[in-house]
Every structure is written in structure tokens, then in C-alpha cells.
């Protein structure tokens, strides 16, 4: 059943629906007196209102019977109920202007603060006492962690710059490649050895006596690449050469040609016992690898 109010004029009734007056009862309705001021309604509107009271009401009311009304039961009825658990219970503070809008802050006064008294230092857990005593511990701490961080990151810095390098160096088969070692006694005096390093042909020529002191005697004023002979031997009776001609990248042929040495048959070029070149297209003499002698049998190149 539903019960429809009726403003008229004089008392305010309650009637059941077989029309019996059962109660007179006042209806607490606020009227805003902005509606009687005319032009000062918008002044007047947030700031003042007339509240009935218990023994005047503003405007009489009459409840009538009236037919069912039917509702739309997908929509929740909205009433003082259903609101209840949704409203704000805590206290709020009301704002008011003459031209704003006006607003309600409630204040949240019920959140619980979280207690960090776990993650903090023993020597600041009291609130009251002054933190400054307990400076010079906490800084200490603070800066032998920051220290120790820092020398950590710097070793793992190390470290890993290091083993990035050393990727991009050579592996141990090409290291064992770059260097050859020859052992001298296998070679007779006045024969010419031809060796495989580093894909090139490596000539290693014990000489004889004769050819040290010819080859010393030349003059450099007569060589097209001038070179002493003492200045591309270490050890006089020693001519380490790699075997590629400085024409065009041909391989000479040793104990050959106009002076003993090596002759490059491609195109005839002569050089002498010391590698030089003395007669033919090429321009400069044959190359002086690096090598060193560590014991008097042997000699290692690279």
C-alpha cells in the first residue's frame, strides 16, 4: 500500500486506507525563505532557512489513499536504512559562503598510524630524547657501508672490464701460433731453412764466415734500401728473414741469384745473403721479424 500526502489548508491528518482519522501529526517540512525575497533569493539561499517546529507546522498536510504505484524492483530503494552503512560516522566541518557552493569535509580521525618502532635504531626509539647525541654512532655506521659498498662495486667493476678485455684478446691456439722456436743445431752452417709462421715463410740462414765479412763490406751508398748488415743481425752468423718478396708478395728462392742470397724468379729481383735488395723491381729489403735468443741453440720468433 502505498500513501500519497495532500498539502492543504488546516490541521495535518493521518488517514488509514478505510478513510478513519487515526492522528494528528506535524511533518517537519523546510522552506526556504528565499523563495518569498524575490531578487535577494540567491543571497539568501545558502545562509537562511525557516525549520518548522512542534506546535506551528509550515504547511498543513493531509495523507489520502491513493492507488499502488509499481516500482522498478532492479533499482535499489534508496532510504535511511540503506544508507546508514554508507554514510560517514565521524566528525566533519561544514563551509558556507554567500556566492560558493557549499561543502562538507569530514575528518578521518579514526586511521590507525603504523608503528616503525621495529625498523628503527635503538638509540632513536625515544621520542623525547634528542637525536643528536647518537649522531656520531649513526654517521659512522653510514659511512664504514657506504665505504664497503663502494670498494665492492669498484672490485665487481674490476672485474668485469676484465674479463671483457681479455674476450676480445687473442685465444691460447692463436697465441701459440704467433710465436715459433727453433732449435739451431739442426741447421749446418751455410744451408738456408725455410719455417711455416704465422702463414708466411720464415728463413732462417746460418751463414758462414765468408758471407759475414762480404756482406759487412758492402757500402751502403750501393743499396737501393740502405742497411747495415750488423743493424738486421743480432748475432753475426744468424739471418732470420721472413720470405716474401717486397715486389709483389712472391716467395724467393734461397742460395740463388747474382749475390748468393735469395732471387725472386717472378719478375728478378736479387737479394744478398743478408736480405738486401742489390738488383731487380723490388723496393726495399726482405723484413726483420722480432726474435730473441734465449739460450745459444735456440731462438724464438714473435
Excluded at 654512532?137 to 657506504?146: E, I, P, V
Excluded at 671483457?164 to 739442426?186: G, P, Q, R, T
Amino acid at each position: 500500500h502505498v500513501l500519497t500526502f495532500v498539502v492543504i489548508s488546516g490541521p495535518l491528518l493521518y488517514l488509514d486506507l478505510e478513510g478513519r482519522c487515526q492522528k494528528t501529526v506535524l511533518l517537519p517540512v523546510m522552506l526556504s525563505l528565499a523563495a518569498r525575497a524575490g531578487p535577494f533569493a540567491p543571497y539568501l539561499s545558502t545562509t537562511s532557512y525557516a525549520v518548522t517546529g512542534h506546535l506551528k507546522p509550515i504547511a498543513p498536510v493531509v495523507a489520502m489513499n491513493a492507488e499502488k504505484v509499481l516500482l522498478d524492483v532492479k533499482k535499489p530503494f534508496l532510504c535511511r536504512e540503506s544508507l546508514n552503512g554508507q554514510a560517514p560516522h565521524g566528525a566533519f566541518v561544514v563551509t558556507v559562503g554567500l556566492n560558493g557552493t557549499s561543502s562538507i569535509r569530514f575528518g578521518h580521525s579514526d586511521i590507525t598510524v603504523p608503528d616503525f618502532s621495529d625498523y628503527r635504531r635503538q638509540e632513536v626509539l625515544d621520542s623525547k630524547k634528542s637525536s643528536q647525541i647518537s649522531s656520531d654512532t649513526r654517521k659512522g655506521f653510514s659511512y664504514l657501508l657506504t665505504g664497503l659498498t663502494t670498494v665492492t662495486a669498484a672490485y665487481v667493476a674490476k672485474n668485469v672490464v676484465t674479463q671483457f678485455v681479455s674476450s676480445m684478446s687473442a685465444s691460447a691456439d692463436v697465441l701459440a701460433l704467433s710465436k715459433i722456436e727453433v732449435k739451431l743445431s739442426d741447421i749446418p752452417e751455410g744451408k738456408n731453412m725455410a719455417f711455416k709462421w704465422r702463414g708466411k715463410p720464415l728463413f732462417i740462414r746460418h751463414r758462414t764466415q765468408k758471407e759475414i765479412e762480404q756482406e759487412a763490406q758492402v757500402s751502403l751508398a750501393e743499396l737501393r734500401d740502405p742497411q747495415h748488415d750488423l743493424d738486421r743481425v743480432k748475432k753475426p752468423e744468424w739471418a732470420i728473414l721472413i720470405g716474401v718478396c717486397t715486389h709483389l708478395g712472391c716467395v724467393p728462392i734461397a742460395n740463388a741469384g747474382d749475390y748468393g742470397g735469395y732471387y725472386c724468379p717472378c719478375h728478378g729481383s736479387h737479394y744478398d745473403a743478408s736480405g738486401r735488395i742489390r738488383k731487380g723491381p723490388a723496393p726495399f729489403n726482405l723484413e726483420v721479424p722480432y726474435y730473441e735468443f734465449p739460450s745459444d741453440d735456440v731462438v724464438i720468433v714473435g
